[in-house]
């Protein structure tokens, strides 16, 4: 049975990122162009160009979103997002109250951790980041490059 999931990793690895991508890039277009029901606390509305933190949080989702979404610097921008997600929830959610159920912070924590382990873990299957290693000869199976899981 172990093996059978191991062969399945890099794609359910995959499918992991492009939900949590797609959700954060939507985080951000909401924020930025109010679609979607819009920025949080503006009734639909947008965050003001500029405005410090959230539209560059705003911009940070968007973007950060998209290049995981399509598997494009993958670790780089998990890195960036996983921070972006950090800051917002020590500075804008936990000064309320110490839990996140507490202070609405669970998608701000639950971002920051599933960014974290993105970081470390690349893009898997279908991940733009392959394909030039793909046009090289190397990786050419996805499963042929197994994340480590200790048991």
């Keep these: 049975m172990t093996g059978r999931l191991d062969r399945a990793l890099p794609y359910v690895l995959a ?24 920025a949080a606390g503006t009734d639909g509305g947008t965050i003001t160009a500029g405005a410090w933190p959230g539209w560059y949080a705003a911009v ?11 598997g494009l610097g993958t670790r780089a921008a998990a890195l960036l997002a996983s921070g972006s997600m950090a800051y917002a929830y020590f500075d804008v959610h936990q000064p309320t109250a110490l839990w996140p159920l507490q202070n609405g912070g669970e998608a701000s924590a639950l971002f920051c951790w599933a960014f974290f382990l993105l970081m470390f873990t690349g893009s898997g299957a279908f991940g733009l980041d392959r394909l030039p290693a793909r ?8 499963a042929s490059e197994r994340t480590p899981v200790a048991v």
């Excluded at 940070?60 to 399509?70: A, D, T």
């Excluded at 046009?135 to 996805?142: F, K, L, N, T």
Aim: one cysteine or more.
């Design 135 to 142: 046009r090289a000869g190397r990786a050419a199976d996805p």
């Design 60 to 70: 940070i989702q968007l973007l950060g979103g998209g290049l995981v979404l399509l």
């Design 15 to 38: 499918l992991f990122r492009i939900v949590v991508g797609l959700l954060f890039a939507c985080h951000g277009a909401a924020s930025l162009f109010g679609v979607l029901g819009g």
